[in-house]
Structure formats: structure tokens, C-alpha cells
């Protein structure tokens, strides 16, 4: 049989899509536009961030919201030593999981440490927000945590 | 031999344009909510949770169970997903009352929804294919030529499917739960609305919506609630593909052999004297004679005489769609758990405005895709 070229045709699917994101996870977005961090009541008192609707081991609804942070400590790390144009930040950074104060769990977020040399478990870090203009209610309204008191180890 | 299996607990939301105060979890929370309630039961009763919606692609949300689980109390149990196109809240019913039937769990809760609002469901149903003829037409698009088939092989007059979509707006009034209440509805409304997909007219077509349905079904020893039990005497599911060479769109053979199966199961031999209401899923008017015939109510080519003799309306011998019908409300995946839901409150005696008075025993059937997913089941007050 003679070869022939197998067709092809670019496809492209898109669909816009909006979401109504509740009382719960309004609230927690709300706050990142307002420069506020918050986490919600969960069942059996601890504080869960970010926020859930519902308490992820029980199943009951959760309570009251609870303002957290702007600081926290480093629970674990990995480092991001060449970023892609996706990554929140140009430069060099760890992806960390940030236990706030007043909090019960960890935020995944982006820590502007300088160098993995200069980021430890355990590090005290505090929140960088967006100047207020840019802010828009979502997770990229936090540009990154910075080691606190900005100065490097 | 099967263990019994009775719906023990309903539960819905309003279904309404836009739920813009509830997140999905919130919306399929409310449902299962009620159902529990209506059951007498908490979250820690149940041994399972099934949970059904139509394509992810309708809001986006891919494998949208993978986070509900919290929201449906199901950390810790099985928990599992059924897609059936516009059938699926009718084949999610069944896939829990199987979970009963074959004894594996006592307590099953069974969810399905739709948030429609969070996007365009109408085009998401017609992707365009390279290679492939573009449809670009939405659900009644590709329904609207089965319906001229319907009405050139039954010589109906055009007039039937304008009675239908008037006399399930009738009864959505009777429905607070329904999207639609239209109080003003009458042939000269239906007439006077936009020509959407020729023969349909905008309100011979269902709305958007956004919405959730639940129940808890129980095994024999396990019945609780508020009201009686609806005992599920039969249920049945059928597929084919959406095309192939001789295919009969107007009639399809997966619907007759699903209510063959399911009358077998019920010990049905006349549909239309041992059926005292149905629920069936009709998105546009002219579905309830194709289905009437499909369903063995009468023979092929009658199901139009039924319809314009009133025989299907609240008051006939044969109450459809006592609800309002998908004409009233169509949270897509919910759809069809809300034919189920309804024929389980008609026989159990909870259906208020809309009850059908000494409602005995009932059929609830679904459809989707292509009219190639057929879902069904018949219940009934007493044990089967």
C-alpha cells in the first residue's frame, strides 16, 4: 500500500466557565482583596487554612471565620531553582507549605527566600501581598512570603 | 433472592436559574440535607454515597466527586460516580439500589445535580470535531428532527406538544420546588413564544438550571423516616449508540427493552391500568407521546390521542409528570433522580399540591445522550 499522510487539523476547546464559590471560600477570597488572611473554625475547635466548607475529616459544617497570620513558619520546602513563566515569581523561589499563626494546617504558597541556602524548616516567614489596586479576590493576590523581618539568614 | 430495597428519604433543592449563593458542595449539601432529615437519619447512618451529574464539562469541573466528599459526609466510605448523559440521575438512583439490593450496604445515600449556571451547558453538548460535520445545535437541535419523524409517521397535529408544555407548567405550579411557575400559561403563551428548533417553540423546551437531588434508600431492616417507604418492585438500564444504520431515533429500542425488563421485574403486563403516575423525562413537549409509546402505553401511533384526551394530565388516569416535568426544571444531572424522586414521594404520600390521591405504585424513567441512556424504576407502597 502507498503511504499516505495522516490527517491533521489543530482543535481548540474552549468554554467559559464561571463559579459561585460560596459563603465559606467568598469569605477567604474576599479577604485576600482586603489584604486579610483568614481561616475558618473547623470541628473540634482547630483552625483550617485555606478555609473549607466543610470539615474535611467529619464531614460537619464548619463555623466561624478566624483572621490568621501575616506571619507563619515553614513547614517543609522545595526549591524552584529555574521558574517557568507560570510560577508566581521570575526569580528563584521554594514552594512551601506555611503553617500561619493561629492556624491548624499549612497554605501552599511561594516563599521569596533569596536562595535555598537562605530558607530552613521552621523559618518564620510573613505574607507579601499585591499593592491594593491589583488585587482581585484570588490565591495570586499573595505575591509570595518573604522571610521575616526581609533580612536573609 | 434480592434484598428489598425502599426509598426511606427525598431531599431538593429550588431549582433556579442561578444559585449564586452556594458553591457546588453547598448545593448538593442542601439536598442530601433534607434527605437525611426526611429519613430521621444523620450523616454517620450511612454506609455509601453515590453521586451522579452529567459531563464535567458542563461546569469545568473535572472528577467534581473527588472534592465533594466532605460536603456529602462521605470521608471514610465508599463513595462512587455515575455518568449517564441526561439519564444519570436515574442510573445513580439504580447503582445505590443495588448497593441494597445485593446486600452489601444497609443505608445508601444517592445524590445528582447540575450547576448550569457556572456555564454554557447548551454548547458544551456539541463540540465541533475535526473532520466531522459541526452540530452546533444545542439538545433541542438535535431532538427537533426525531419530533417531525414523530409527528409525520403519527400524523399529530401540531397542537400536542403546545399541551404538553402547558399542562406540566400546570403542574409545577402545584411544585414549590419547581424552577418555572408560570401562572399565566395557556396554549395562546406557548403559540406566542420564539421559534427556538422547528417544531419547538422557546416554552415547549426546558429551562437551565441549577439543582440537587437526594434520597436515602434503605435496606428491609433499616427502614426509618417520616413517611412510609416507596418499595422498589423493579429497575432497569439500557444503552446503544447514538447512530447506526437503522437505528430508530423516534422509538428507540433501548427504552422498549428497559421498560420490557422493568414491567417484568414490577409484574407489569398493562402499563396503563397498573401504573397510577408516572414521571418521565419530557425536555421538550413532544417527548411525552414519543414516550408514551416507547414506554407501552399505548400503541405506536397513539401516544398523541392520550395526551390531547387529557389522559396524562393531573386529573387523567395516567397523571405524567405530576411534578411540572423536565419542562419546569432541569438541573441536567439531577434530572432524572427527580423523575425517581418524585414517584417515590407519590407512592410514600408526601407529595402535597401535587400528590396524586391512593398513588399505589409508579414509574419513573430517564433518558439521555442521544435518547440511548435508559434508565428506570417502579416503586410501590407496598412490598414487592
Same mark, same amino acid.
Given at each position: 500500500m502507498p503511504e499516505s499522510e495522516a490527517l491533521h487539523a489543530s482543535h481548540r476547546l474552549e468554554y467559559p466557565y464561571s463559579r459561585s464559590v460560596g459563603p465559606v471560600i467568598g469569605a477567604f477570597l474576599t479577604g485576600l482583596r482586603e489584604g486579610r488572611l483568614l481561616g475558618v473554625r473547623g470541628a473540634g475547635g482547630s483552625v483550617i487554612v485555606p478555609p473549607t466548607e466543610y470539615d474535611p475529616t467529619t464531614g460537619g459544617d464548619t463555623g466561624e471565620m478566624v483572621e490568621v497570620g501575616p506571619g507563619g513558619v515553614v513547614e517543609s520546602w522545595a526549591w524552584v531553582s529555574h521558574p517557568l513563566p507560570k510560577h508566581p515569581l521570575p526569580s528563584p523561589f521554594a514552594w512551601a507549605l506555611i503553617r500561619l499563626d493561629g492556624a491548624d494546617t499549612a497554605l501552599l504558597h511561594a516563599v521569596d527566600s533569596g536562595g535555598p541556602d537562605q530558607l530552613a524548616s521552621g523559618d518564620r516567614v510573613t505574607v507579601r501581598f499585591r499593592p491594593a489596586a491589583e488585587r482581585i479576590g484570588a490565591m495570586a493576590d499573595i505575591e509570595s512570603f518573604v522571610p521575616q523581618g526581609g533580612a536573609p539568614r | 433472592m434480592a434484598e428489598r430495597c425502599a426509598v426511606v428519604g427525598v431531599g431538593q433543592t429550588h431549582h433556579k436559574a442561578k444559585r449564586e449563593d452556594v458553591s457546588i458542595a453547598g448545593l448538593v449539601r442542601e439536598a442530601a440535607k433534607m434527605a437525611l432529615a426526611d429519613a430521621d437519619l444523620t450523616w454517620t447512618d450511612i454506609d455509601a454515597v453515590v453521586i451522579g451529574k452529567a459531563p464535567d464539562m458542563f461546569e469545568g469541573n473535572m472528577m467534581p466527586e473527588l472534592y465533594l466528599a466532605p460536603a456529602l459526609g462521605a470521608v471514610g466510605k465508599p463513595m462512587f460516580r455515575v455518568h449517564t448523559a441526561g439519564s444519570v440521575g436515574g442510573s445513580t438512583a439504580l447503582v445505590a439500589a443495588h448497593l441494597i439490593s445485593s446486600g452489601i450496604h444497609r443505608r445508601v445515600l444517592t445524590v445528582a445535580y447540575e450547576k448550569q449556571s457556572d456555564s454554557d451547558a447548551m454548547w458544551a453538548l456539541s463540540v465541533p470535531q475535526p473532520f466531522a460535520a459541526p452540530l452546533l445545535a444545542g439538545a433541542g437541535g438535535y431532538f427537533a428532527p426525531h419530533i417531525r419523524a414523530y409527528m409525520r409517521r403519527s400524523g399529530? +397535529?401540531?397542537?400536542i406538544g403546545r399541551m404538553v408544555a402547558v399542562k406540566d407548567r400546570l403542574n409545577a405550579l402545584?411544585? +414549590?420546588? $419547581?424552577?418555572?411557575?408560570? $401562572? &399565566?400559561? &395557556?396554549m395562546k403563551m406557548v403559540e406566542d413564544s420564539m421559534m427556538l428548533w422547528d417544531p419547538l417553540r422557546y416554552l415547549e423546551a426546558c429551562p437551565s438550571s441549577d439543582g440537587a437531588a437526594a434520597m436515602v434508600l434503605s435496606s428491609e431492616d433499616a427502614v426509618s423516616g417520616h413517611y412510609p417507604p416507596a418499595w422498589v418492585h423493579g429497575t432497569a438500564m439500557r444503552s446503544e449508540p447514538t447512530m447506526f444504520a437503522g437505528r430508530d431515533q423516534v422509538n428507540p429500542r433501548a427504552g422498549r427493552d428497559c421498560s420490557a425488563d422493568v414491567y417484568g421485574q414490577a409484574g407489569i403486563t398493562n402499563p396503563r391500568e397498573q401504573i397510577d403516575v408516572a414521571e418521565v423525562y419530557v425536555p421538550f413537549s413532544w417527548y411525552e407521546p414519543m414516550w408514551l409509546e416507547n414506554l407501552g402505553f399505548c400503541d405506536l401511533g397513539d401516544g398523541w390521542k392520550l395526551t390531547e384526551a387529557g389522559?396524562?394530565?393531573? =386529573?387523567? =388516569?395516567i397523571p405524567w409528570n405530576t411534578s411540572g416535568g423536565v419542562l419546569s426544571s432541569n438541573p441536567i444531572g439531577a434530572s432524572g433522580m427527580l423523575r425517581f424522586l418524585e414517584v417515590a414521594m407519590q407512592v410514600r404520600g408526601q407529595a402535597g399540591e401535587h400528590q396524586i390521591d391512593g398513588a399505589k405504585v409508579a414509574l419513573g424513567q430517564a433518558y439521555g445522550g442521544g435518547s440511548q441512556f435508559f434508565s428506570m424504576w417502579v416503586v410501590g407502597s407496598e412490598k414487592p
Open positions: - | 399529530a +397535529p401540531e397542537y402545584r411544585n +414549590p420546588y $419547581a424552577h418555572l411557575h408560570l $401562572a &399565566d400559561i &395557556d389522559a396524562t394530565a393531573f =386529573d387523567g =388516569d
